[in-house]
């Protein structure tokens, strides 16, 4: 590491990055298989709390259908090509060292600007939702100081409790989930005799228009950012098996846990379709059993918003780490505690941003987060193709079992929806998206000038090109 003397020299692949290395074994624990599924599960979803907008959008029927058909041609190939890529290169940095590989530093420093400010910008929806579900009990927190102040204040506390190590982040994850997810369960359980199944086929309130803009970033919004984890792979115990088997188990956890309750509240509560938003389960909860398990949930809604605060926080500050690991920022960006063996540096940076967006409002944090993973998701996608032709030799512990036609098939889809998620954006989207990426572009040629010019210390990898790591 950047300021550990005690680690291991970072590992080539044949190119002119390195694989970063892992964390020194003495400082710090590793994650597990248990801890690392329930972290992809909040670096994704986190329950099926914010799902509700896609029934308001678009009426029971294509709610259920999305829910059901999206995980197919988004969330699958994504989850496949993130078990490929982070187990040949098994390191932090993830999605950074793949667009390096595939097309060079230029674009691996453009993947980590569009993939850590989506994650940011992502970060500050969280305490946002957060303190949404805790109005419904301390109206207070509604609006105003007392808002903006809660707001402020968890982000600190959270902030702290990720500095604390990656394996607590990791474990609390595990109670966090088994809390939030219980109630829906028994929800899901108790809606059975309510249940009319011509209720799942509604088209929707007759005179409702469609919100195909809010349809489809909802389904975006709760199914992506699978591959965040890959920027932690170097903190993971062995991470060749681990990452496929994660991945595997978390897709199945992910996929029920929308669905079910969807099915379940669908099926038993028959509302106005416009009280559907951000929040209506636990509504749906108290008409379903009463008003202690709209309690369970609303306080479920908090731990849950807790989970992925923490795990996507975790996953930008690892991003900062690999990054300047890999020579695209400074050293001292690489800088861990020296009583956690976190990178404060990183996880300093990436709150202070999401404090930063935290003024936008909750529809435009969501859009812009989902516009600019859409772009790196794109570059992600083709680095995955270009890599199988550029290194047809390289190890990969685990390789998508599909043909290369089939594979380019695989991409192309989620592709298109990628492409159509960035046409309907609005324009304060795209003004604030092509402002980000200019500045991205912008930074790597700063980076480059401060490189030559000796005014911060850099990374440096020495020798040439080795091979591509060995036949298969």
């Known amino acids: 590491m950047t300021n550990q003397p005690e680690a291991a020299p970072p590992q080539t692949t044949g190119t002119d990055l390195p694989i970063t290395a892992a964390a020194p074994k003495t400082k710090s624990r590793k994650l597990t298989l248990i801890p690392l599924i329930f972290l992809i599960y909040f670096e994704v979803a986190g329950g099926p709390y914010g799902e509700e907008p896609a029934?308001?959008?678009?009426?029971?029927?294509?709610?259920?259908?999305?829910?059901?058909?999206?995980?197919?041609?988004?969330?699958?190939?994504?989850?496949?090509?993130?078990?490929?890529?982070?187990?040949?290169?098994?390191?932090?940095?993830?999605?950074?060292?793949?667009?390096?590989r595939a097309f060079g530093p230029f674009f691996g420093s453009l993947m980590g600007t569009w993939k850590f400010l989506s994650g940011v910008i992502n970060i500050a929806a969280f305490p946002a939702l957060c303190i949404d579900y805790l109005k419904r009990i301390f109206p207070i927190f509604g609006s105003g100081k007392p808002r903006t102040l809660a707001i402020l204040i968890s982000t600190a506390f959270l902030s702290f409790l990720n500095y604390t190590g990656l394996a607590i982040v990791g474990y609390a994850a595990v109670g966090l989930g088994a809390i939030s997810l219980a109630p829906f369960l028994l929800m899901?359980?108790?809606?059975?005799?309510?249940?009319?199944?011509?209720?799942?086929?509604?088209?929707?309130?007759?005179?409702?228009?469609?919100?195909?803009n809010l349809f489809f970033?909802?389904?975006?919004?709760?199914?992506?950012?699978?591959?965040?984890v890959s920027t932690m792979a170097g903190e993971v115990e062995n991470p060749?098996?681990?990452?496929?088997?994660?991945?595997?188990?978390?897709?199945?956890?992910?996929?029920?846990?929308?669905?079910?309750?969807?099915?379940?509240?669908?099926?038993?509560?028959?509302?106005?379709q416009s009280l559907w938003e951000t929040g209506f389960m636990a509504d749906a909860a108290k008409i379903i059993s009463g008003q202690w398990l709209k309690l369970w949930i609303e306080i479920g809604a908090v731990l849950s918003a807790i989970g992925?605060?923490?795990a996507q926080l975790s996953s930008s500050a690892y991003q900062v780490l690999g990054m300047a690991e890999l020579g695209f920022l400074p050293k001292w960006f690489g800088v861990r505690s020296k009583w956690f063996d976190t990178p404060w540096v990183g996880i300093a940076v990436s709150t202070a941003i999401a404090v930063g967006v935290s003024f936008m409002s909750y529809t435009d944090i969501v859009s812009s987060a989902n516009f600019l993973y859409s772009l790196g998701m794109l570059l992600e996608f083709a680095?995955?193709?270009?890599?199988?032709?550029?290194?047809?030799?390289?190890?990969?512990?685990?390789?998508?079992p599909l043909a290369p036609a089939v594979l380019v098939v695989m991409c192309l889809v989620p592709s298109v929806f990628l492409v159509y998620i960035m046409v309907i954006a609005k324009k304060t989207v795209y003004i604030v998206s092509a402002g980000?990426?200019?500045?991205?572009?912008?930074?790597?040629?700063l980076m480059r000038l401060c490189q030559s010019k000796g005014w911060f210390k850099f990374e440096r990898v020495s020798g040439e090109e080795e091979d591509e790591g060995g036949e298969e």
């Open 383 to 400: 680095a995955f193709l270009y890599l199988r032709v550029k290194m047809p030799k390289l190890k990969r512990p685990y390789k998508v």
């Open 308 to 310: 992925l605060f923490e």
């Open 188 to 212: 899901s359980g108790i809606a059975i005799p309510q249940i009319q199944p011509r209720r799942w086929v509604s088209l929707g309130q007759k005179g409702v228009d469609k919100d195909w």
């Open 217 to 228: 970033n909802t389904l975006f919004w709760n199914l992506n950012f699978w591959d965040n």
């Open 436 to 445: 980000m990426t200019a500045a991205g572009v912008a930074w790597f040629f």
């Open 55 to 100: 029934v308001k959008a678009a009426g029971p029927l294509f709610a259920i259908l999305g829910f059901l058909i999206f995980p197919f041609i988004w969330s699958i190939p994504e989850a496949l090509i993130t078990a490929e890529l982070s187990t040949a290169f098994p390191g932090n940095g993830g999605f950074v060292i793949w667009a390096d």
């Open 240 to 272: 060749r098996k681990t990452f496929p088997l994660a991945l595997f188990c978390a897709v199945i956890f992910t996929c029920l846990g929308y669905i079910i309750p969807l099915v379940a509240v669908t099926g038993a509560v028959e509302v106005d």
